[in-house]
């Protein structure tokens, strides 16, 4: 009786611990004025790409619908390329691109790596050894390098440029996650859980995930970032995107060949980029402040 009673109780007392959690988190974050900007910048790139085909003023793609290299006005406010297709429309549906770069980037390299670590945090033995090695050997090579490496085998496109910068950010997550798995496993609530009988597949993914999930969504947010910087360095160098889809490297790159001569072609797409950096690391930055009690209690 008592066995089941503590059974049926642990699970409540952690679904309302965790309630309260977030409600704190919330509020925390809610304070963080430089969250709350990076948060505006996220949602304006989120109403951006989801209205672009709405609101853009032209097809992206259709030449000729000004004059060649046409520099910024009131009919164009970014100007238009050599083509004669307006800048603003391809900067707009471009921001459809990043995002989905981010996403399938960033799920790719959290979705592994978070089972790879943990599987070698919660087993240990030799399939932590060889995780942690695997690991190690990425470790060894820049991000940028596993990337290009990627795309050579594969070819270049941007599905493919995006499955390179995936695979590229899976150690960063595997090793976080090895890491909170060995921490929460000393934990009493863990081995209660354990003492209770609950088995594996239980004790991974019932007590473990939840409580990996904090720190990995704060590195997630931060990998955006890194990952709309990887898949436009590949498509500048021709690697990612291909014309004529409006994708921002690859808009850095066509406007090269013009920087003395048409500054727009590059200004904007690098502004965009930037822009969109910026509001990732400042939200990523915000949450783990938000979620880290010791930076509560001195805020």
């Not at 085909?53 to 793609?61: A, C, G, K, S």
């Not at 088995?199 to 704060?218: S, W």
């Not at 904007?268 to 509560?296: C, H, K, T």
């Amino acid at each position: 009786m008592t066995e089941t009673v503590l059974t049926l109780g642990l699970p409540t007392r952690q679904r309302a611990a965790r309630r309260g959690e977030l409600a704190r988190t919330l509020r925390a974050l809610a304070r963080n004025r430089g969250a709350m900007l990076g948060l505006a910048i996220v949602l304006l790139l989120v109403a951006v790409a989801v209205f672009a085909p709405v609101i853009r003023p032209h097809d992206p793609t259709d030449m000729g619908v000004g004059g060649r290299l046409q520099p910024p006005s009131r009919a164009f406010p970014f100007g238009t390329d050599k083509f004669g297709r307006d800048m603003l429309s391809r900067v707009m549906s471009g921001s459809r691109l990043t995002l989905l770069v981010g996403v399938i980037a960033v799920g790719i390299a959290c979705s592994v790596g978070s089972l790879l670590g943990l599987a070698a945090g919660y087993y240990g033995g030799w399939i932590d050894t060889v995780v942690m090695r695997g690991v190690d050997v990425m470790f060894s090579f820049p991000d940028i390098l596993i990337a290009l490496a990627v795309v050579a085998m594969l070819g270049p496109s941007l599905r493919n440029a995006m499955i390179a910068v995936g695979i590229s950010a899976i150690p960063w997550y595997a090793r976080l996650v090895r890491g909170t798995v060995l921490v929460e496993h000393q934990t009493q609530y863990f081995e209660a859980a354990r003492a209770l009988g609950a088995g594996h597949t239980r004790l991974m993914f019932r007590h473990l995930l939840p409580n990996i999930l904090p720190p990995v969504l704060v590195v997630a947010t931060l990998g955006f970032s890194t990952a709309i910087l990887s898949a436009a360095a590949l498509s500048f160098l021709g690697l990612g995107a291909q014309p004529p889809s409006p994708e921002w490297g690859l808009e850095l790159s066509l406007g090269r060949d013009f920087m003395q001569t048409a500054w727009w072609l590059m200004v904007f797409p690098g502004l965009a980029i930037a822009v969109s950096v910026l509001g990732f690391n400042l939200l990523g930055d915000g949450l783990r402040e938000a979620l880290d009690p010791r930076q509560r209690r001195s805020g």
